[in-house]
């Protein structure tokens, strides 16, 4: 084959490996699209905030500290307690010093009673605004895990968007050792290379297969991995929106400001500081008189269970009262007083009387009768309790200290952290410009690699040497491209709120 035929046959081959190339190259830039729902970065934390169990914890926690309020609210209305109950007594009577007391009937009884009572005191008042300082702190707390896992969610969004342009990578880094196997199988056909160029064209060419399947493997754990974070069960069929809203440009000292204003962790520490301060006049409220008020009444209701009993002892009562009536008559008229024997005769037990005994018992067991209500009011003061009142005022003072303590560890911590997240922005942004000009650079040396591998003038290690310095610029500016997200969204996670 003369030299001309076997160049011209070359070119063919090139110019086909080429055109086929030039786009590929382009669609490393972007995620390749899939079938499935597009989940977009706002759509993944809203899913977030509603399931996500951990931030679910966080906002139950608001339930706890209203119900604190209104207990700490509760203190200044009067405790109310209701009683009713019920009893059985054996008709038999109790002997004491050989005598016997009690009914020989079986007696069934009811019992009711409310009390209302009232306790004030200087506590009273501090205990209140300590729950609503611990309920400012709790919802303060749900701003901060709502920030935590916008932060997760996002972080957690970038790694799987930047794996799947790894993946779109190395597929389209496939189609160019395909092209470059194809190419070197030409040359093989015009005897321009050897058995042994091809040979490493097709290791090259499986290295790149394996290396591609890892990629797109990796892209659905990190997808996942993100569903784990909203708290969602995964589906590998959602495809994500590599549309991310831009990076603005941002002042040191205005997010130091901002910060310092509404970062939630800083401000639960400060609703907890004014918590112990709280908490101080509270103990030294023991020192000051307190004041209980008391109210109660109560009632009750009985019931004979043998009525016939009762009815037979009223006849009996009558017959004696009947009886006793005469005698004492019969005395007056025998020493010549007046008497009234007549109306003794008249004496007995009649239907009314036996009725009004049956009514009464039928009064069982709600029909109560009240007994006298009592009223009370006291001042209360203690003098001395073993200095218990000193330990607590003297723990509550360390538990300020330590808020005070606290606040100022999370301001100083807060600095830092935005002002580190700041320069690790700043420097990202600086780092995709840079890594903009090394892909070019190496585009240009692949194609430039790739002519003189057709021209015979550099060997396949050359060519395989050349993509591998394309693959690793491309791979650190996918990175860096995603380095700005996730800085901007550790600065967004520092200053404790969104910041576009």
């Known amino acids: 084959m003369t030299p001309s035929v076997r160049f011209h046959a070359l070119a063919l081959a090139f110019g086909a490996a080429a055109s086929a190339l030039a ?25 977030a905030r509603r399931n996500n169990p951990t931030l679910q914890n966080a906002v139950n926690a608001r339930r706890t500290a209203a ?37 020989t009937n079986d007696q069934l009884s009811t019992d009711a009673s409310a009390s209302a009572n009232l306790s004030l005191s200087v506590a009273t008042v501090n205990d209140r605004r ?8 709790t919802e303060a707390d749900i701003v901060a895990a709502e920030q935590r896992v916008r932060n997760d969610v996002t972080t957690q969004y970038l790694a799987a968007l930047q794996q799947q342009a790894r993946a779109a990578l190395q597929d389209s880094l496939v189609a160019t050792t395909a092209l470059q196997l194809q190419l070197a199988r030409a040359r093989l056909q015009v005897g321009s290379v050897t058995q042994l160029d091809v040979q490493r064209a097709e290791v090259a060419d499986g290295q790149q297969r394996v290396a591609a399947l890892n990629a797109r493997n990796q892209a659905a754990i990190e997808l996942v991995r993100l569903f784990q974070q909203i ?9 994500l929106d590599p549309a991310l809203p831009p990076t603005p440009s941002v002042d040191l ?48 209701t009985n019931r004979f269970t043998n009525t016939n009993q009762l009815i037979a002892q009223g006849q009996s009562s009558a017959v004696t009262a009947r009886s006793s009536c005469i005698r004492s008559e019969e005395v007056r008229a025998r020493v010549g007083l007046s008497n009234n024997l007549a109306g003794c005769e008249l004496i007995a037990f009649t ?3 036996e009725q009004a005994i049956r009514d009464s018992q039928g009064k069982y067991p709600f029909d109560f009768t009240r007994n006298p209500y009592n ?79 057709r021209v015979g003038s550099i060997s396949i290690v050359d ?38």
């Open 67 to 103: 119900a604190s309020v209104r207990a700490a609210n509760g203190a200044f209305l009067p405790n109310l307690n209701t009683s009713f109950g019920g009893g059985y007594r054996e008709g038999r009577q109790t002997f004491f010093q050989g005598q016997g007391f009690g009914s």
């Open 253 to 300: 000292q205005q997010i130091l400001d901002n910060a310092r204003r509404s970062n939630p962790a800083l401000g639960a520490l400060k609703a907890r500081e004014e918590s112990a301060r709280r908490g101080v006049a509270s103990a030294r409220g023991s020192y000051f008189p307190s004041l209980s008020l008391q109210a109660g009444v109560s009632a009750f």
């Open 130 to 137: 300590a729950a609503k300082a611990d309920q400012e702190a």
């Open 231 to 239: 708290g969602l069960a995964p589906d590998l069929t959602v495809r």
């Open 23 to 47: 786009p590929r190259l382009a669609v490393a830039q972007t995620p390749r699209p899939s079938q499935g729902t597009v989940l977009s970065l706002a759509d993944a934390l809203t899913l």
């Open 463 to 500: 060519l395989v040497s050349a993509r591998g310095d394309y693959e690793r610029a491309e791979t650190d500016r996918i990175t860096a491209i995603y380095d700005v997200q996730r800085a901007f969204a550790a600065l967004e996670n520092a200053v404790g709120r969104p910041l576009r």
């Open 375 to 453: 009223l009370s009011a006291s001042f209360s003061l203690p003098v001395f309790n073993g200095f218990r009142r000193e330990q607590q005022v003297e723990q509550a003072q360390v538990q300020r200290r330590n808020a005070e303590n606290n606040v100022r560890a999370q301001e100083l911590r807060l600095s830092a952290d935005v002002t580190a997240a700041y320069l690790s922005y700043s420097t990202a942004q600086q780092t995709v410009a840079l890594q903009e000009q090394n892909v070019q650079t190496a585009r240009s040396a692949l194609t430039l690699a790739q002519e003189r591998y």
């Open 351 to 353: 239907p009314a009387q």
